[in-house]
């Protein structure tokens, strides 16, 4: 039965209407996975040497035991987002003599072999031949190995059992942060409380009962839960949900604006795909310490106006990329009604500029590192009010995929085309150019002053911008509605 399922779900894949178009898109996707499935390798082989050069006194086995509580937490919150449910179109077969049981148990074994799964093992596996190279007892390291890949299901089929709970995320997040608070200010050591347990697992090979009994135990659960879920009624049941007073009234002082401004509002509060997009850009807040704190970044201006139009435009990239995808399964309604088009693109325009400036608002902090970084930011903040808005409402023109809002945005194509990635080179990569050219060949300010000036001129124009590109979006008005109609894009 598994065999007939695979074959199903195999056929389903190659016979898709969009196969095709979205081709060339799986390969690229394929050839930037492999890359990165490439730098595991070298991360996974190189990190015992990297750990003794750090701690010449410590044994990198204990070094990575101590840290293992963290990979887990991030693991599980990275999930949350990144791993989409293990889907497979059962009703056919609930007319049919196949049992339940088998399809749960398909269904649970496609989610253990996820490429999320498969990820950990390309850095493990290295690591652990590592070992074997420098001498470690073959036993105890071949059963520390398949004590996390129990881990590793463990999280997995968690992650299953939590991923539409939001109380378990905001849990998970907590944890992680005043855990490593506890050690950053050396309150209570997390890494001494949990290291020696996860060190049990190489240095008492019998250890390696308890993860892969907690994976059965786990995945028990699933299939219990699921066994309960798979019945052609299900979603006949009556839903009873807590209704939501907040009416967003303060949008209607916006007038017309306000109408499409609450849609939008609430569209990215009640639906998981957009709802992400806006802790995903929060997060990428903290993206510039990764570079303000290293020296070797310090002279590198080009790399900081870089950080300033990411981070500022993170959302703006995020969100503003599959306008107006996000409402493709009442697009066509939309067309149909009497609906100022203009209205619309304005209400979208509004909602990313309010974003720009709050995400600039969050990197203020940064002028710690000098004022360069608050010129900077506030630079890029302006090019992307003025410039980066504009332009990538008119690439919003020619996207013509479906997007389900349930489901995750990480390791997520639907929707994606070309176009997304024609976008980065005006939005990203184009002001990153004019900035290096002037800071080159004039100076810092210069450079500064081109950004803020185009922004400004940018944010001038807004009528005249946004008018053009009304126009593109009624000519490309009835390829947006067919594209929008097909499933699975």
């Given amino acids: ?16 209407s969009n196969f095709g178009k979205s081709l060339g898109l799986k390969i690229i996707m394929g050839f930037f996975g492999f890359i990165m499935l490439l730098y595991l390798i070298g991360a996974g082989g190189g990190m015992y040497f990297i750990l003794r050069k750090l701690f010449p006194d410590e044994n990198p086995m204990w070094i990575i035991s101590q840290y293992f509580i963290y990979w887990v937490l991030i693991e599980l919150f990275l999930r949350y987002f990144m791993q989409k449910l293990p889907v497979m179109d059962i009703k056919p077969f609930l007319t ?54 129990a881990i590793v299901l463990c999280v997995n089929y968690i992650n299953l059992l939590i991923n539409k709970n939001d109380k378990a995320l905001v849990a998970i997040v907590g944890t992680l942060v005043i855990g490593y608070a506890l050690d950053y200010f050396q309150i209570f050591s997390v890494k001494e409380f949990f290291g020696p347990i996860f060190h049990a697992l190489y240095a008492y090979p019998l250890t390696v009962l308890v993860p892969v009994l ?72 903290f993206y510039g310490l990764i570079f303000y704190t290293q020296d070797i970044y310090a002279d590198m201006m080009p790399m900081k106006a870089f950080l300033g139009v990411f981070m500022t435009g993170i959302f703006l990239s995020n969100f503003g990329q599959f306008i107006p995808a996000w409402d493709s ?135 005249y911008l946004l008018n053009s590109v009304t126009e593109q979006y009624r000519k490309k008005k009835y390829g947006m509605i067919a594209g929008f109609k097909e499933k699975n894009s």
């Avoid at 493990?124 to 007892?137: K, M, R, S």
């Fill in 329 to 463: 399964s009442y697009y066509s309604m939309m067309m149909s009604q009497n609906i100022p088009l203009r209205k619309y693109l304005e209400s979208k325009a509004m909602l990313i500029s309010v974003s720009v400036v709050v995400m600039f608002l969050l990197t203020i902090p940064y002028i710690y590192f000098g004022w360069e970084a608050l010129a900077i930011n506030l630079a890029c903040a302006l090019y992307n009010l003025g410039v980066n808005i504009p332009v990538i409402l008119y690439f919003g023109s020619f996207n013509k995929k479906r997007i389900e809002l349930d489901q995750s945005p990480f390791g997520n194509m639907q929707g994606t085309s070309a176009t997304q990635f024609l976008i980065m080179l005006p939005v990203l990569i184009a002001p990153i150019v004019l900035f290096s050219i002037f800071y080159y060949a004039i100076s810092f300010e210069a450079s500064v002053i081109i950004l803020s000036v185009l922004g400004i001129v940018g944010f001038a124009m807004r009528n």
């Fill in 1 to 16: 039965m598994f065999k007939k399922f695979a074959a199903l779900q195999w056929k389903s894949f190659f016979r898709s």
């Fill in 214 to 285: 907690m994976a059965v135990l786990i995945y028990y659960i699933n299939f219990k839960f699921l066994s309960t879920k798979i019945y052609l009624d299900a979603s006949l049941k009556a839903k009873s949900t807590v209704a939501n007073t907040s009416d967003l009234a303060w949008t209607k002082k916006f007038g017309e604006l306000g109408t499409f401004l609450q849609l939008d509002l609430k569209m990215i509060w009640r639906n998981k795909r957009t709802k992400s997009q806006v802790f995903i850009s929060l997060l990428f807040v």
């Fill in 96 to 149: 049919t003599p196949v049992k339940k049981s088998a399809i749960a148990h398909y269904i649970l074994g496609r989610s253990g072999a996820s490429i999320y799964n498969l990820l950990s093992l390309f850095f493990f596996v290295p690591f652990a031949i590592v070992l074997l190279i420098q001498g470690y007892p073959a036993l105890n390291v071949i059963l520390w190995l398949i004590a996390i890949l």
